[in-house]
């Protein structure tokens, strides 16, 4: 059954950071962001076995599955490659998704973050292409794919091996073109050339790229009033042939509002618009930033409980802006929620599960020079 990029939203909704409220899922706050988009007529919801600790694909069957019919929405999940210890795994993991989500076939479905090494490893070794294809074939997958976070090299290698794939979600925003790690734009060209659907993941690098310098964001309103500074990341990868959806992990009703309006009536850049984007790009990388997209794999095993995606953030404001008291107030109740940049034993679990490849260890001796001797 082949996709009809056509009758894809172009927005999708990722389940990856919903709203909370003393540490659980705000469920009436996700079930209005859900009216609010199934409402605009967007029907994508992403999921994943691990997101918000398992607690994302229940969240799905609260706000959606039981609220709205089975054929007004499309629903994608993944497969954890850290969790397959064992043949029968993949079956106990998927039985569970079902159970979890509270239907009865999956969208779309999607080997978890293929990348070199352990996980494709482990996705051979299990032979997980085929196991999809079966679940094709008894109805309970309509559309096998994967997420990436690998080399140009590996993905070229995976797609020759495995032409049973039918989309594929990578990360792509217009920082992250030319970054030596991410190489988003090599895996966009590839894909593109074979005519693959890309779900787009991290469009606004987990938040990165909803603010710029005030002098961008005086270039963009001066073009676009009305527009937020996010919308202008969101129409960058809108805009590229080929895109099937692009996914955004919205926490809050007024991001889902803001996202509903760019793509209501989508404007593609044009070519002064995109000579924007290019100075966006070139002043941000003339700061150096972390990397991080706030995906938080790393903090599910952190010892000491340490809000990783928060640090860096407040880092990365630090270093945009040394005089930003609201950095340093946010980084204070980071600190009380959980662990400080400083508890950290280096034990090396985070940088093991970190997509980005970050250097986690020294980026928080970095954070606690910064913070801790402020809360000491």
Same mark, same amino acid.
Request: glycine share 8%; aromatic share 10%; charged share 25%.
């Given at each position: ?46 999921t994943?076995?691990? @997101? ?12 959606l ?36 989500a ?20 482990? @996705? ?9 294809m ?44 030319? %970054? ?7 895996l ?5 050339e ?6 787009v ?13 005030p ?27 080929g ?15 803001? %996202? ?17 984007? %290019? ?36 880092? %990365?404001?630090?270093r ?27 034990c ?7 997509p ?21």
């Amino acid at each position: 059954m082949s996709i009809n990029l056509s009758e894809m939203p172009k927005l999708g909704f990722g389940l990856m950071r919903l709203p909370e409220k003393d540490g659980q899922i705000d469920l009436k706050h996700v079930e209005r962001m859900v009216d609010m988009y199934m409402q605009s007529g967007m029907r994508y919801f992403d999921t994943a076995y691990v @997101y918000h600790g398992g607690k994302s694909e229940v969240a799905a069957r609260e706000a959606l599955v039981k609220r709205y019919p089975r054929d007004s929405f499309m629903i994608a999940t993944k497969l954890p490659a850290w969790e397959i210890k064992k043949e029968s795994d993949i079956d106990r993991i998927f039985n569970e998704q079902l159970e979890r989500a509270g239907v009865e076939y999956f969208d779309f479905y999607l080997l978890h973050s293929i990348e070199d090494g352990a996980n494709y490893e482990t @996705y051979e070794k299990y032979d997980c292409f085929s196991w999809g294809m079966k679940m094709k074939e008894q109805g309970k997958i309509r559309h096998l794919g994967f997420s990436f976070h690998g080399s140009p090299e590996l993905l070229v290698e995976v797609l020759d091996k495995h032409p049973e794939t039918e989309f594929v979600q990578i990360q792509l925003n217009y920082l992250d073109r030319t %970054n030596p790690v991410v190489r988003s734009e090599s895996l966009y060209n590839i894909l593109a050339e074979r005519k693959i659907p890309i779900i787009v993941m991290e469009p606004v690098r987990g938040g990165m790229l909803a603010s710029a310098s005030p002098e961008i964001e005086a270039k963009f309103k001066a073009k676009q009033p009305d527009k937020s500074v996010a919308s202008w990341a969101l129409r960058y990868v809108g805009s590229l042939p080929g895109v099937m959806t692009i996914l955004s992990g919205m926490s809050s009703e007024e991001q889902m509002a803001d %996202n509903i309006g760019t793509f209501t009536n989508f404007e593609p850049l044009d070519d002064e618009e995109m000579g924007l984007i %290019n100075e966006a790009t070139e002043a941000i990388l003339k700061i150096p930033q972390i990397g991080c997209t706030a995906c938080k794999y790393c903090t599910p095993g952190c010892p000491m409980q340490i809000s990783i995606p928060d640090v860096f953030r407040a880092v %990365n404001t630090i270093r945009r802006y040394p005089d930003d008291w609201r950095a340093k107030n946010f980084y204070s109740g980071v600190a009380d929620r959980g662990g400080k940049a400083g508890d950290c034993i280096a034990c090396g679990q985070c940088e093991g599960v970190c997509p980005q490849h970050l250097p986690i260890i020294e980026l928080l001796k970095e954070a606690s020079g910064l913070f801790d001797k402020q809360q000491s």
